[in-house]
């Protein structure tokens, strides 16, 4: 077996970050994560990645702002003695509107945090893959994504976005055999889906074949293949975990 792997997930202070760091701590990998505000929530990912028996540090960090994700990558890296194994772009936010009543702000504040996020930790933490010739990059995308949905222009766009930037550097990085793939949840409980009406998610609820909303740990397994070595002959994919709702 090699040395202990490093993983850095942004967004790991609640939801689905929360469980992407707590499973990859129970594989036993150093956690590394940053949250935006949610102190108190990041300080409870951090006790139960403890509980794991790995090393884990919690950073805040705002990853719309490229000099903040460079300076999250510099401390991440520093964390793992020089190496990243495993990047998780999880950090996520929605601001939904019909498109006639979208704001400027909320179309570019959802594009911002993302996309461009995404872009730039992609960016910054490829290139240290590519020196330590070994990664793992794993985005999180969304069924909406690739389906659409009324009400959310802003972040299909920006998850389809996502999708393309999954398959493009999936190319830049194969000759290296460094994976990047891309992870579509349907609807997943969480505080992002806490606050749609009920109303809303009966709705939602009825369109997905399995008829069940998801579990942030649903995603989590996945998250934890595409990181894994079982996943080395897989890259610029996406898998959807949804229930049957994107088929
Ligand atoms: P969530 O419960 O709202 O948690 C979002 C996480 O992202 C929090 O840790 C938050 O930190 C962090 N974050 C938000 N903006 C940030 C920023 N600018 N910089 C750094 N961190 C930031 O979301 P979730 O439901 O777990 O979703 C996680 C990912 O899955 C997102 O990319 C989302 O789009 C995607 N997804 C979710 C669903 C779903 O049904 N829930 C479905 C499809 C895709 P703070 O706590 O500090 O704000």
Known sequence: MGETKTALITGGSRGIGRAICTRLAKDGINIVFNYRSGEEAAN?????????????????????????????????AEFGDGRIDILVNNAGITRDSLMGRMKNEDFDAVIDVNLKGTFYMMRGVSKLMLRQKYGRIVNLSSVVGIMGN??????????????????????????????????APGMIATDMTDAMTDAAKDAVKQSIPFKEIGRPEDVADAV??????NAAYITGQVLCVDGGMAI
């Open 224 to 229: 934890a293949f595409f990181a894994s070595d």
């Open 44 to 76: 409870e990912t951090i006790r139960l990645c403890e509980e794991c028996g790995v090393k884990v540090l919690g950073i805040r960090a705002d990853i719309s702002n490229p000099d903040e994700c460079s300076d999250l990558i510099e401390k991440a």
């Open 150 to 183: 009324a009400g959310q222009a802003n972040y299909a766009a920006s998850k389809a976005g996502v999708i393309g930037m999954t398959k493009s550097l999936a190319r830049e990085l194969a000759s290296r055999k460094i994976t990047v793939n891309a992870v």
